[in-house]
């Protein structure tokens, strides 16, 4: 199983990023995709969750701001984030929660700048 982050970066305050996770070795359509995150010194944290059927869970402080999507064609999970702020810097990190295990991506480091 791979999962391959892309997107991350540098960006200002109240700017945007998309993050993409492009996923290999797992039956995409009916796994459930996620983003976590983890900043330095802390627990990682659950960002958004979106199910086989489209069903989206979000995190209380994202809500609004961040949108999951995925493309089961293209095998890939998206992060939208706008309105960023310095509180979203941290390593993001996809998730496949499928039949055969649990799996993460390698990160990928979102820094906001204030």
């Known amino acids: 199983v791979q999962l391959v982050e892309s997107g991350g970066g540098l960006v200002q305050g109240g700017g945007s990023l998309r993050l993409s996770c492009a996923a290999s070795?797992?039956?995409?359509?009916?796994?459930?995709m996620g983003w976590y995150r983890q900043a330095p010194g802390k627990q990682r944290e659950l960002v958004a969750t979106?199910?086989?059927?489209?069903?989206?869970n979000y995190a209380d402080s994202v809500k609004g701001r961040f949108t999951i999507s995925r493309d089961n064609a293209k095998n890939t999970v998206y992060l939208q984030m706008n309105s960023l702020n310095p509180e979203d810097t941290s390593v993001y990190y996809c998730?496949?929660?499928?039949?055969?295990?649990?799996?993460w991506g390698q990160g990928t480091q979102v820094t906001v700048s204030s």
């Open positions: 070795g797992i039956i995409f359509r009916i796994t459930r």
């Open positions: 979106i199910s086989s059927d489209g069903r989206t």
């Open positions: 998730n496949a929660f499928s039949i055969t295990g649990n799996y």
